[in-house]
């Protein structure tokens, strides 16, 4: 398939993209011959007639596991204590063909917004055992034409004081998990959680992600044996750690140090607003805090910063519509970042960022933010003019492409009624 008449992200003129084998062949600038029309006359032509093509989205963190929770069972006070004990409730009662249900539901949400790779956690757990795991697999395979879906293994109960759950995830990874998780932080002895962690990443030649630091105190800070770790496993690039929510409640001088540590260890950081600016910030008696990890400051010293949906309506949090475009104006609220510039690289995170991410890749910056020649056919065209418009318009894709096949189309226009004044 051909798409002709095309804008590209950060490039003058128009374009057209040959797309053939689910990948992109070419992208010629147009009016330097037609030629390249002519020859692959056998392939169907779309007129873009001008409008934006620009990366797909890659949530990488979510828990399609448990999305939609909280139609089951709401979360009435909001806590993160009333959320714990809902999850476990429900999780005894859960079983494969539930979650995977969730899973699909989650999937075709995040695809119709114009995601086409994500990252979901599944709990693996004495309780969830490898429900959630065996779900993601059958999951992961049923999406595979639309969605390219990575499972984490993710010990959310902890490792070292929950016998099992560290043959539980070595079982996972066997089963076909994508990426080991961990939460150093809610385990009893979170150094040999993280050690525990990176045993299983390099037996099975997986990255490592994990949920570090949910928390407003500056004294939990299992981040620095993050660092240590990834440092001393020669991991870098190959590491991501989601929330940091405690590397803001630092003093100025010492996070900018524990910044710079990130940086040259290479760990991706994912923040998570929404659920963040949902759950943090209870215990402040005064002016409560917006609990994400400091972005711009991570951003400006080079470290590889992403966002992703996380909760999608379930007990830690009962909004979300699993919409990276949605995300965007969150993080762009949350994080002060409405400049021009700071709008197109909240854009950025959720596009090439995150799948500097999922590639593992050590330098972000070796991505350009457009759609390039010889990636994956996936992209979306908005009716938009900018990066920045799709953000402040909350606009929706118009066409999401998928291997190079249109999978979700939306009319352009709006019919209105004549009687309107
Ligand atoms: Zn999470």
Not at 35 to 44: G, K, R, T
Not at 171 to 197: Q, Y
Not at 271 to 278: A, I, K, Q, R, W
Request: aromatic share 4%; glycine share 8%.
């Amino acid at each position: 398939m051909i798409f002709k008449n095309a804008r590209l992200v950060g490039k003058e003129g128009r374009w057209t993209i040959v797309c053939e084998s689910g990948k992109i062949k070419a992208i010629h600038q147009e009016n330097d011959g037609s030629s390249h029309l002519n020859s692959e006359n056998s392939h169907s032509v779309v007129d873009l007639e001008g409008q934006l093509v620009t990366r797909s989205f890659a949530d990488v963190h979510m828990h399609l596991d448990k999305a939609y929770n909280s139609e089951v069972k709401p979360n009435q006070s909001g806590t993160l204590g009333e959320a714990i004990e809902i999850g476990q409730a429900l999780k005894e009662e859960t079983d494969v063909a539930s979650v995977y249900e969730k899973m699909l539901r989650g999937a075709r949400q995040a695809l119709v917004h114009g995601t086409t790779r994500l990252r979901t956690h599944v709990d693996v757990d004495p309780i969830a055992r490898l429900t959630g795991v065996e779900a993601g697999v059958k999951a992961r395979e049923a999406l595979a034409d639309w969605v390219q879906m990575e499972i984490v293994a993710f010990p959310q109960e902890g490792i070292t004081g929950e016998p099992g759950v560290f043959e539980l995830l070595d079982e996972s990874l066997r089963m076909g998990c994508d990426a080991i998780g961990g939460i150093p932080a809610n385990d009893p002895d979170p150094r040999t959680h993280i050690e525990k962690v990176f045993d299983l990443a390099e037996k099975h030649a997986v990255p490592v992600d994990m949920h570090v630091d949910e928390s407003d105190d500056p004294n939990d800070l299992t981040l620095l044996d993050c660092i240590d770790v990834t440092n001393e496993r020669g991991f870098g690039g190959r590491v991501a750690a989601a929330h940091c929510c405690s590397l803001s409640a630092q003093e100025p001088q010492r996070r900018q140090s524990i910044i710079e540590q990130v940086a040259d260890a290479g760990i991706h950081m994912i923040t998570l607003p929404s659920t963040n600016l949902y759950l943090q910030g209870r215990d402040d008696a005064v002016n409560p805090r917006r609990g994400l990890m400091p972005v711009k400051e991570l951003l400006a010293s080079g470290v590889n910063v992403t966002y992703g949906s996380d909760n999608v309506r379930d007990p830690f949090n009962p909004f979300g519509n699993a919409n990276m475009v949605e995300g965007a104006l969150i993080l762009a609220h949350a994080g002060h970042m409405g400049g021009r510039e700071e709008i197109a690289q909240v854009f950025d995170m959720g596009t090439r960022r995150s799948v500097a991410l999922l590639d593992s890749l050590g330098d972000a910056d070796s991505l350009v933010s457009h759609v390039n020649e010889g990636d994956r056919a996936d992209f979306l065209v908005w009716d938009a003019p900018s990066s920045q418009a799709i953000v402040v318009n909350q606009a929706r894709p118009r066409f999401v492409v998928v291997a190079g096949n249109i999978v979700v189309e939306r009319e352009a226009k709006v019919k209105v009624s004549e009687d309107l004044p």
